[in-house]
């Protein structure tokens, strides 16, 4: 049985970088009271729910690479996770 109210979680975002093939942290973190409990990506987390206004803020936007200093944009929602933190 699915509990009827569940304690918002705060999840850290990163972005998938394909400049360098890793995340990085957005420096940007949402609240979800029924989002996922694994890492998932916004196009999941979000599948038939309306973007936060800061996270569509964020999509955007661009982050810095510190491995390579490109701008990565964060355009593409399925290349940008969310995970949990305790
Ligand atoms: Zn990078």
Same mark, same amino acid.
């Given at each position: ?13 990163? &972005? *998938? ?8 942290? +957005? #420096? =940007? ?6 989002? /996922? ?7 999941? &987390? *979000? ?8 996270? +569509? #803020? =964020? ?6 690479? /510190? ?20």
């Amino acid at each position: 049985m699915q509990p009827s109210w569940m304690a918002p979680v705060k999840y850290s975002i990163l &972005a *998938f970088c394909s400049y360098c093939d890793r995340t990085h942290p +957005a #420096r =940007l973190t949402i609240t979800m009271e029924d989002g /996922p409990t694994k890492k998932a990506t916004v196009g999941e &987390a *979000f599948k038939h729910k309306t973007l936060p206004s800061n996270l +569509a #803020r =964020l999509l955007n936007n661009a982050i810095l690479c /510190p491995e390579t200093a490109n701008s990565v944009m964060l355009k593409d929602r399925n290349k940008v996770y969310l995970v949990s933190i305790n």
